[in-house]
């Protein structure tokens, strides 16, 4: 069956430093990647799209790479601050055209 | 532009009990989606819209119904409340498909509770 893979735990980090979530997936061959922001009590805030034929995307402070042999996405936040604190989903394209999204990741960034 | 709105927020249901979540949207896009999120199990799908008079049936449409018979609107019904539909309800709405790198504007959410 299809799995998306973020670290439940919580990734703590100090501030200043690059922070760097990771998403597995098995049994996908998605066209793209897609990562969110979710603040708690709020719904989640679009961030970044990859394309498979993408190496890396870069937004500001953010980077996003994809790697399709490693099934693996790597999302990066460097100059990390406190207001970056937050849960991070990544979501992929499924069999049915539809987006599905891994549990999250939270990071937290200590001042 | 309020952009996805939902309601109501907060809503604690007996079980059996029939309720109905209204998200609204003013972006006017055609696509429009329920997911539930529980603790450790990400979004969920529950049910979806390409258009105006069309639903389908997402990944846990178990037990919900929807309706989208303006663009603007989708409603997702309880018609008997069970402990298990106890989660944070979001609806999402998209200019293109999800699944064809549609970007995915969600609303604020709902928080529901079945005793």
């Known amino acids: 069956s299809q799995k998306i893979e973020q670290n439940s735990e919580a990734l703590n980090i100090q501030e200043g430093k690059t922070a760097t979530l990771t998403c597995n997936y098995t049994n996908y061959s998605p066209a793209y990647l897609q990562w969110y922001r979710q603040d708690p009590g709020r719904g989640p805030v679009f961030l970044l799209l990859i394309r498979e034929n993408e190496k890396e995307k870069r937004k500001e402070r953010l980077k996003v790479t994809f790697d399709t042999t490693l099934k693996q996405s790597l999302f990066h936040i460097t100059a990390s601050q406190p207001a970056d604190s937050a849960t991070y989903l990544c979501a992929l394209e499924d069999a049915g055209n539809m987006l599905t999204f891994g549990g999250g990741t939270r990071l937290m960034v200590k001042p | 532009n309020a952009g996805v709105t939902q309601t109501p927020k907060f809503r604690v249901l007996k079980t059996g009990q029939s309720m109905t979540l209204l998200c609204a949207q003013d972006?006017?896009?055609?696509?429009m989606y329920w997911y539930r999120q529980d603790p450790g199990m990400g979004l969920r799908l529950i049910h979806y819209s390409v258009g105006e008079g069309t639903t389908a049936k997402g990944e846990v449409p178990d037990g919900y119904n929807v309706s989208r018979l303006k663009k603007q609107n989708f409603l997702l019904g309880l018609e008997s409340a069970a402990p298990s539909q106890t989660s944070v309800y979001f609806c999402a709405s998209s200019y293109l498909l999800a699944g064809n790198t549609g970007e995915l504007f969600f609303g604020e959410g709902s928080r529901l509770t079945v005793l």
């Open positions: 972006m006017n896009h055609e696509y």
